[in-house]
């Protein structure tokens, strides 16, 4: 049988695992925790803002005037994406070359 069929060596091979599952789960665990009224949020797809927030369950306002119940387990904290840097993409398009046949007549030789 050897050593590959030990059970101790199958813990050893899925202990990393294990270990970054349990971690990703403490951090959604934290995350959710410090969810707070007023927050943005999403919810199965769809983006809102907390209007009351318990253990369990939290209403979330999708649009005006409606409303959602939605489990807190089932909501993360919304994250804003970041504005891109206009001078990284000046410089992503210049190396990109030209886009029409205006500009690739108008190019110096």
Do not use: C, H, Y
């Not at 899925?14 to 009224?37: G, Q, V, Y």
């Not at 005006?64 to 504005?83: D, F, I, R």
């Amino acid at each position: 049988m050897g050593i590959f069929g030990s059970p101790l060596f199958l813990m050893i091979l899925f202990l990393p695992f294990i270990f970054m599952m349990w971690r990703r789960n403490k951090k959604e665990t934290d995350a959710r925790s410090k969810l707070k009224k007023g927050e943005k949020v999403l919810a199965g797809g769809l983006i809102g803002e907390i209007m009351d927030i318990d253990e369990r369950i939290a209403k979330v306002k999708i649009a005006p005037g409606v409303t959602v119940q939605a489990l807190v387990s089932a909501l993360a904290p919304l994250e804003e994406p970041k504005p891109a840097d206009k001078d990284a993409k000046d410089a992503k398009a210049a190396k990109a070359g030209p886009k029409s046949k205006d500009e690739v007549a108008s190019k110096p030789s």
